[in-house]
């Protein structure tokens, strides 16, 4: 039936993967092989046999040019759906719709895309597909495809298994792919099969097939030998007619016949390979000048000679390896000039920029300051959409394009740049050397320093960074810059984003501060925010003054400006946010946490809802709202599969910390390896993750162990954030020296612990090293200390912390005969609120101390929340709230599949079978409105 020879395997593979996607189980099938041994036939074979079982067909076909236009499988799978629908509508609605209209929209308005937010609108958008049946998504020749689309394939594989869609691959071997590393992963979740060569009697059919009874001078076995089987090569050599002696190539077979075909075939031929997806007819008319009549006759030669296949008022070639043949024909300015010439058309077409760069950067050069001007900016485009290795491309060819003398440097540093975030470090490290090389003026010197010195910060060239610096440092004083200007400001900023050198800035940046701060808010800029915020940082870190570092944080927030300048995807916003929960303002912080997360959704960034969705978790642990905090901190590191990683030490540790503090060991030694692994690095980071490492030995009772580790963050901390109030080494050290009875050294560590937590001034900080001190202080100074400590965490309103103080007073006041009414009511006050907050560590403490001293309590069963995982109790809460399941999906970031799955474990977990019996389920329970989103704030 499929007229395919000896594919038995392949045919009944096709077949298996096609019946297991119709009963909801997807999977990723590959053929894989080198030119010309069919693996375009086959994949030709499997998009019929799915459209005859009712499947909808995504076909796209990279050629080589594909990897200068970025996501072009997505637009190749999508596009004509986005023509046919509205956007808005299914199954281009919710997150899809900014997809229909990016691929609706021509000219420079062209719209660029982010991984994240497009992996969330094209997983959207399949789903929907997928509601009216199973679907084959087809990429003919991968090896070609550009890095986003990679990215997409990737992502998208590595979910298939419980969707009704086939994901069909066809893999060119001996071809450079532009990430290797991706498409190996994606083959290691498929299903590969390698299609191996005809043998003779393959040949002998496929010969019959082709000539049926007529002859060739050339026997089976001998043009299997010249061919090696491979029926490609098979079909070129009978087709052309050289019987005696194969080709040497498939290009020179290909070559021979298009020349014996004729000039004006040839060229078109020639412009059809050229303009790969872009070869409609009025295309090839206006490349060749010629009328859509005048190409109908040498149309039909092509496709009678199986070079060209025909579509709608489209062509293209029949096989990629013809299509090579042809372009191996041109000369290198031939090429360039037919390249140029498909710009130019495209250009007046006004097509998008990054179809007309795709040929650009294949043209030589010719002092085109216009080509400058559209590489560079479609470049740009590529960076917002997350493809650098193409950014990088069109940079270096549009520096190619004018004469080194011309060369504007600050094009070179831009490209410099987009090497390094596509990983090409020696080359971007090069381009910025020729940059500074051709640059006379100093500011512009210093700001490419500024951008090498990043660069050999992460690539961990400490040294030569600390120089770079230094120079630019030295560079702006000698322009006559000071602590006023801008570009000062910005290398202040930078160097404080990255806690780099910080020390040998001091001076420079406080006078930069107070300038800044001197002059009128409404004066301030990007820069001077930036500066603020990792200022505020500087003195958190030291432990000083916790009223100036608030202040610096919510003048860097500047109202909501801050964010608006960076969006949720930037970096010196959460800086001060976490300025604001280190100094106990947790209103201010939540309220710029819940900004950031109605950025991230009004902009379609899941990468921005990963980094607000941290931020807010760390607030509320910071808080003590620890099921809030493990809820959010979840939904960041859950974004890791997206690409995010920003503050992974951080969102490690405050998990494991929020864990403990619910009695959930298990889970807090699930972290452990990580974080030992992330206690590898260097700088504060590391400090973090050994700290809550460190705190896990401690809950499994090895103390000894955990002071080494203490003892580790005091050495790396000191001496400039020795004092650091976020780590509380010195708290920890004293619970472990009095767990191991070494009461006397606790002491002293809990002592300096208070000393240094009133120097900053922050009532939790003071609160939680108050209530240390009393752990290991003579018994006639524990009410003293316990009740200042109960103050000031009612003053900072740390309910958690809050929550243990008072059992810890009411523990010891319920003793005596005057203090026990207080002791009652205060553990009376911390059950309430671990049964509220569902902690059960805190309700046993506190129902223990109470029935031992005759106060009869109710042993409250669980709430029946604790049952569920922490992605599974947001999407109830959600639930109960009135959301259905497409809103909670979009709320949270994740398809309506992943929340029909966290309902239906739900349910099962709480004995129910629908949604209209959660409120039932959870009666008695507080649903706290401020643990899901309102109706302003998805989250």
């Known amino acids: 039936m499929s007229g395919l020879i000896e594919r038995s395997a392949e045919l009944s593979a096709v077949e298996e993967v096609l019946a297991a996607a119709e009963s909801g189980t997807g999977q990723v099938l590959l053929f894989s092989g080198q030119a010309g041994v069919g693996k375009s036939s086959l994949v030709a074979h499997a998009r019929e046999v799915a459209r005859q079982r009712g499947f909808a067909v995504l076909h796209s076909c990279p050629t080589p040019v594909s990897t200068g236009l970025a996501h072009a499988v997505v637009r190749d799978w999508v596009g004509p759906l986005a023509r046919d629908c509205a956007s808005g509508s299914k199954p281009f609605d919710g997150p899809a719709a900014n997809l229909a209209g990016a691929l609706s929209v021509t000219g420079p308005g062209h719209q660029a895309w982010s991984l994240n937010t497009l992996d969330y609108a094209l997983g959207w958008l399949l789903e929907n597909l997928c509601e009216h049946g199973p679907l084959l998504l087809v990429v003919d020749d991968v090896q070609w495809a550009d890095t986003g689309s990679l990215q997409v394939l990737d992502l998208l594989s590595a979910r298939l298994e419980r969707s009704p869609i086939v994901l069909l691959l066809g893999r060119r071997t001996g071809e450079s792919v532009v990430r290797p590393d991706l498409l190996d992963r994606i083959a290691r979740r498929a299903r590969v099969l390698v299609p191996e060569p005809l043998s003779v009697i393959g040949v002998e059919q496929l010969r019959h097939q082709l000539l049926g009874e007529a002859t060739s001078r050339i026997s089976s076995q001998e043009l299997h030998r010249h061919t090696g089987g491979l029926p490609f090569l098979v079909r070129e050599v009978l087709r052309s007619g050289l019987d005696r002696t194969a080709p040497r190539s498939v290009v020179a077979s290909v070559r021979e016949r298009l020349e014996r075909l004729g000039q004006p075939t040839l060229e078109i031929a020639r412009a059809i390979a050229l303009l790969g997806e872009e070869a409609t007819f009025d295309a090839l008319g206006e490349l060749c000048a010629l009328t859509v009549a005048e190409l109908a006759d040498p149309l039909e030669v092509l496709t009678d000679a199986a070079v060209v296949t025909l579509g709608m008022w ?4 029949s096989h990629p390896v013809v299509r090579e043949a042809i ?26 920029r990054q179809v007309v760069a795709s040929h650009l950067v294949h043209t030589l050069p010719a002092e085109d300051h216009g080509v400058v001007a559209l590489l560079r900016a479609a470049a740009e485009e590529s960076l917002v959409s997350g493809a650098p290795q193409v950014a990088a491309a069109q940079l270096l060819r549009a520096v190619g394009e004018t004469t080194p003398e011309s060369t504007d440097p600050q094009l070179i540093r831009a490209a410099a ?31 490419c320093l500024l951008d090498l010195g990043d660069a050999q910060i992460t690539t961990g060239h400490r040294e030569a960074a600390r120089a770079s610096y230094e120079r630019a440092g030295r560079l702006l004083t000698e322009a006559g810059h000071d602590s006023s200007s801008q570009a000062v400001r910005l290398l202040v900023a930078r160097m404080g984003l990255t806690r780099t050198i910080y020390d040998g800035a001091q001076a420079v940046t406080e006078a930069a501060v107070a300038d800044a701060t001197a002059q009128p808010a409404t004066s301030d800029t990007h820069a001077d925010r930036l500066v603020f915020a990792t200022h505020a940082m500087e003195v958190a870190f030291r432990g000083r003054d916790h009223h100036r570092a608030r202040a610096l944080a919510l003048r860097a927030l500047a109202d909501g400006r801050l964010l608006e300048e960076e969006t949720a995807d930037g970096n010196g916003f959460y800086i001060a946010v976490g300025v604001l929960a280190w100094t106990d303002a947790f209103p201010q912080a939540l309220a710029a946490a819940d900004a950031a997360i109605d950025d991230a959704h009004r902009h379609g960034s899941p990468l921005g809802f990963a980094k607000a969705s941290f931020s807010r978790g760390y607030t509320h642990y910071r808080q003590g709202n620890l099921r809030r905090a493990v809820a959010d901190l979840d939904a960041a590191l859950a974004m890791r599969d997206s690409g995010w990683n920003a503050y992974p030490e951080s969102a490690l540790a405050c998990l494991a910390y929020a864990h403990i503090g619910l009695g959930q060991l298990q889970e807090a030694l699930a972290l452990e390896p990580e974080l030992r692994e992330r206690a590898r690095g260097n700088g504060l980071a590391r400090a973090v993750a050994l700290t809550a490492a460190g705190i896990i030995r401690a809950c499994e009772g090895d103390h ?3 002071l080494e580790d203490y003892r580790t963050v005091a050495g790396i901390v000191a001496p400039a954030a020795a004092d650091c109030p976020v780590l509380e080494w010195r708290e920890l050290t004293a619970w472990s020296l009095r767990a191991l009875g070494r009461r006397a050294e606790a002491l002293t560590v809990a002592t300096e612990a208070v000393t240094v937590a009133r120097r900053w001034g922050v009532p939790r900080t003071v609160g939680f090293a108050l209530r240390t001190l009393s752990h290991v202080a003579p018994p006639d100074r524990a009410i003293p200390l316990l009740r200042e400590s109960v103050h000031l965490l009612e003053v900072s309103q740390a309910v958690d912390y809050l929550a243990r103080a008072r059992a810890d007073l009411g523990a010891v006041l319920i003793r005596s005969h005057s203090g ?22 805190l309700v046993q403490q506190a129902t223990r101390l109470l029935n031992r001293h005759g106060v009869n309590v109710d042993a409250t069963a669980d709430s029946p929340l604790h049952l569920l995982t922490p992605g599974e109790r947001r999407v109830v809460e959600l639930a109960v709230l009135g959301r259905t399941n497409r809103q909670i999906a979009q709320e949270l970031f994740v398809t309506v599949k992943a929340v029909e799955w966290h309902l239906s474990n739900a349910y099962r977990k709480l004995s129910i079978s629908s949604r209209a019996q959660l409120p039932a389920a959870l009666a008695g329970q507080r649903v706290d409105p401020d643990l899901a989103p309102s109706s302003s704030s998805a989250r």
Not at 314 to 317: K, N, V
Not at 327 to 352: I, N
């Open 704 to 706: 000894e162990r955990a």
């Open 314 to 317: 489209r062509a293209w070639p």
């Open 327 to 352: 372009l191996a024909a041109l000369s290198p300015s031939e090429r360039s000039e037919q390249h140029r010439r498909a710009a130019t058309y495209l250009a007046k077409l006004d097509r998008p």
């Open 417 to 447: 740049s987009a090497h390094m975030r596509a990983g090409l470090v020696r080359e971007a490290l090069a381009l910025w050397h020729q940059a500074l090389d051709r640059m006379s003026d100093p500011t512009a010197q210093a700001l």
């Open 820 to 841: 026990r009414a207080e002791g009652v009511s205060l553990l009376r006050q911390s059950l309430e609120y671990a049964r509220q907050t569902d902690v059960p560590f």
